[in-house]
């Protein structure tokens, strides 16, 4: 994964099978399908992999309960599959999580141990493990701080957790394994027809140095997921809302909110939405909220209204309960929902399930779906390319794909926070070995190492700041004071690696200070809009 070898393979290739407009988790993943098959495949992503939606989930590879509660049980049994197929393929990123869901009433424990059996029986050989009615003495020893005061009992099932971020840099790596050309920082900004009015191509622009490309290829492929209606209005003559974006928020905590190795599941909150909190490196993950936004942003800002929801019940059902004061990170992320026929529709009412278009031009676009899916997303993606008759009929190979890094993983390796690397780690113990200032610590209050910032910059094509710390070693999403602290240390790095002047350095500091405001959060800040918010922290 090297830029500067992956701007020379785009300079010497005439023509491309694949064209991939999009390096989030669709993107990537119909760049791995179509790589391993043998189709000349290249893929753009005008920032960096995994920079929106991507790396901003509630960190779970799963079938989705509450999709089997709302009767879609084609999704639910198409992501359970799924799930058991990343959970061998990349062993090193999924880990069997065991969720808790504490019952108030008699009531609702019955309804939960039924569905989730039912849940059970749909993951066929690919479950993770049984769900199990618990007392309530047992609930409260397996979720220490769970709130005590009416609890009757609880139901234990089994899903995945991961990081979504180190998948989308390890599919990366696998594509360009496979032959694919991947580049971050090169932004489509035109697309390339023919005299029919047939997607031939498209044009690229180099965000490092302004260069543009002509770049033609055979089948294009739009997976910008909440971006989708931006390149549409490229291609299409008549405006046409294709997506619409549905916010969630997640706070983060630290682990002394919820000991142990277990999650919580609260199945519906007051306003009929799920909640998890979620351990996940060594700290835990709140959330999620629904809530439709008008405009995409590559930073989205948590609302106010947000915020207060998961505070409020997480009070509710944690006895030490969390504060504002509490919080170290909040990130907001934006799902690109296959917009519904039906105006006015609410995001909890619009399927999951997704969707590909094949317009009038030719142009292939994916809308909806999530990560736990996107090997069959890519799978179909890249068999309506067959069947549209823009690639020679080969067949799908990823099933059994083993993904960059992939070696098993127990507990006692994930004591050691190097364990996202799998089979990297290793290597970069020899580079700690080789260059014995790289074992320094990132932070004195959490375990990165210099040597994996050196490591994301040579092999993960990490460009600025806000790569390694949002995306590579996750600090931003864990800690949003110490990224701060550790800005400067991070650009100096990257400036002795790429050759960059004192100047870069200061432009870079002063934009990813920009970025990390939106995931602080404080006693006295209260985030109505972005403009509010801006001037809480002048």
Same mark, same amino acid.
């Given at each position: 994964?090297?830029?500067?070898?992956?701007?020379?393979?785009?300079?010497?290739?005439?023509?491309?099978?694949?064209?991939?407009?999009?390096?989030?988790?669709?993107?990537?993943?119909?760049?791995?399908?179509?790589?391993?098959?043998?189709?000349?495949?290249?893929?753009?992503?005008?920032?960096?992999?995994?920079?929106?939606?991507?790396?901003?989930?509630?960190?779970?590879?799963?079938?989705?309960?509450?999709?089997?509660?709302?009767?879609?049980?084609?999704?639910?049994?198409?992501?359970?599959?799924?799930?058991?197929?990343? #959970?061998?393929?990349?062993?090193?990123?999924?880990?069997?999580?065991?969720?808790?869901?504490? /019952?108030?009433?008699?009531?609702?424990?019955?309804?939960?141990?039924?569905?989730?059996?039912?849940?059970?029986?749909?993951?066929?050989?690919?479950?993770?493990?049984?769900?199990?009615?618990?007392?309530?003495?047992?609930?409260?020893?397996?979720?220490?701080?769970?709130?005590? /005061?009416?609890?009757?009992?609880?139901?234990?099932?089994?899903?995945?957790?991961?990081?979504?971020?180190?998948?989308?840099?390890?599919?990366?790596?696998?594509?360009?394994?496979?032959?694919?050309?991947?580049?971050?920082?090169?932004?489509?900004?035109?697309?390339?027809?023919?005299?029919?009015?047939?997607?031939?191509?498209?044009?690229?622009?180099?965000?490092?140095?302004?260069?543009?490309?002509?770049?033609?290829?055979?089948?294009?492929?739009?997976?910008?997921?909440?971006?989708?209606?931006?390149?549409?209005?490229?291609?299409?003559?008549?405006?046409?809302?294709?997506?619409?974006?549905?916010?969630?928020?997640?706070?983060?905590?630290?682990?002394?909110?919820?000991?142990?190795?277990?999650?919580?599941?609260?199945?519906?909150?007051?306003?009929?939405?799920?909640?998890?909190?979620?351990?996940?490196?060594?700290?835990?993950?709140?959330?999620?909220?629904?809530?439709?936004?008008?405009?995409?942003?590559?930073?989205?800002?948590?609302?106010?209204?947000?915020?207060?929801?998961?505070?409020?019940?997480?009070?509710?059902?944690?006895?030490?309960?969390?504060?504002?004061?509490?919080?170290?990170?909040?990130?907001?992320? %934006?799902?690109?929902?296959?917009?519904?026929?039906?105006?006015?529709?609410?995001?909890?009412?619009?399927?999951?399930?997704?969707?590909?278009?094949?317009?009038?031009?030719?142009?292939?676009?994916?809308?909806?779906?999530?990560?736990?899916?996107?090997?069959?997303? #890519?799978?179909?993606?890249?068999?309506?390319?067959?069947?549209?008759?823009?690639?020679?009929?080969?067949?799908?190979?990823?099933?059994? %794909?083993?993904?960059?890094?992939?070696?098993?993983?127990?507990?006692?390796?994930?004591? /050691?926070?190097?364990?996202?690397?799998?089979?990297?780690?290793?290597?970069?113990?020899?580079?700690?070995?080789?260059?014995?200032?790289?074992?320094?610590?990132?932070?004195?209050?959490?375990?990165?190492?210099?040597?994996?910032?050196?490591?994301?910059?040579?092999?993960?094509?990490?460009?600025?700041?806000?790569?390694?710390?949002?995306?590579?070693?996750?600090?931003?999403?864990?800690?949003?004071?110490?990224?701060?602290?550790?800005?400067?240390?991070? #650009?100096?790095?990257?400036?002795?690696?790429?050759?960059?002047?004192?100047?870069?350095?200061?432009?870079?500091?002063?934009?990813?200070?920009?970025?990390?405001?939106?995931?602080?959060?404080?006693?006295?800040?209260?985030?109505?809009?972005?403009?509010?918010?801006? /001037?809480?922290?002048?």
């Amino acid at each position: 994964m090297n830029r500067s070898e992956q701007l020379s393979k785009l300079q010497n290739t005439e023509k491309w099978d694949v064209i991939i407009i999009g390096g989030g988790a669709s993107g990537l993943g119909t760049a791995v399908d179509a790589a391993s098959r043998g189709y000349k495949t290249i893929l753009f992503e005008a920032v960096d992999f995994a920079k929106g939606t991507s790396s901003r989930s509630t960190k779970l590879v799963h079938g989705g309960v509450r999709y089997l509660e709302q009767g879609n049980v084609h999704l639910v049994i198409e992501a359970l599959k799924e799930r058991g197929l990343l #959970a061998q393929n990349a062993a090193h990123l999924v880990k069997n999580q065991s969720f808790i869901i504490p /019952n108030y009433n008699w009531f609702s424990s019955f309804i939960y141990t039924i569905g989730l059996k039912v849940y059970d029986l749909l993951s066929g050989c690919l479950s993770l493990g049984s769900s199990k009615y618990l007392s309530k003495k047992k609930t409260i020893q397996l979720l220490p701080n769970v709130e005590e /005061n009416g609890l009757v009992n609880g139901v234990i099932y089994h899903d995945g957790q991961f990081d979504d971020s180190r998948l989308a840099i390890n599919l990366a790596q696998t594509a360009v394994e496979n032959g694919a050309c991947l580049l971050n920082y090169v932004k489509v900004v035109n697309l390339l027809k023919d005299g029919k009015n047939q997607v031939i191509g498209v044009q690229v622009q180099d965000q490092e140095n302004g260069i543009k490309y002509d770049v033609k290829g055979s089948a294009v492929i739009n997976a910008t997921g909440v971006f989708t209606n931006a390149i549409m209005k490229l291609n299409d003559n008549v405006y046409k809302k294709y997506i619409v974006p549905s916010q969630g928020i997640h706070l983060v905590f630290d682990k002394s909110f919820l000991p142990g190795e277990n999650a919580l599941m609260i199945p519906k909150t007051k306003d009929g939405r799920v909640l998890f909190a979620v351990p996940w490196h060594n700290r835990i993950v709140v959330g999620t909220t629904d809530t439709l936004i008008k405009k995409q942003s590559l930073e989205p800002i948590a609302l106010e209204s947000e915020i207060q929801f998961v505070l409020e019940t997480a009070q509710r059902f944690l006895a030490k309960k969390p504060t504002r004061a509490d919080v170290l990170s909040v990130f907001a992320g %934006l799902r690109p929902l296959a917009a519904p026929k039906e105006e006015g529709k609410s995001t909890k009412e619009v399927s999951r399930s997704h969707k590909i278009i094949v317009s009038e031009t030719g142009l292939i676009t994916i809308t909806g779906g999530k990560w736990t899916t996107y090997r069959k997303i #890519a799978e179909d993606i890249i068999d309506k390319a067959i069947k549209t008759g823009k690639l020679p009929n080969k067949e799908c190979t990823t099933e059994h %794909l083993s993904i960059h890094g992939n070696q098993p993983t127990n507990a006692a390796d994930r004591e /050691n926070h190097l364990y996202i690397y799998g089979s990297d780690i290793s290597k970069i113990i020899e580079l700690q070995e080789s260059e014995p200032e790289l074992k320094e610590k990132l932070h004195p209050d959490h375990e990165f190492t210099m040597a994996e910032v050196v490591w994301a910059i040579r092999y993960e094509m990490a460009r600025t700041i806000d790569d390694i710390l949002a995306r590579r070693v996750r600090l931003l999403f864990l800690d949003a004071r110490a990224a701060i602290e550790v800005s400067e240390k991070t #650009a100096r790095v990257l400036a002795k690696e790429l050759g960059h002047d004192e100047a870069w350095i200061k432009t870079e500091i002063a934009n990813f200070s920009q970025i990390a405001k939106g995931f602080l959060l404080s006693e006295f800040q209260k985030v109505v809009n972005p403009t509010d918010f801006e /001037n809480h922290l002048l």
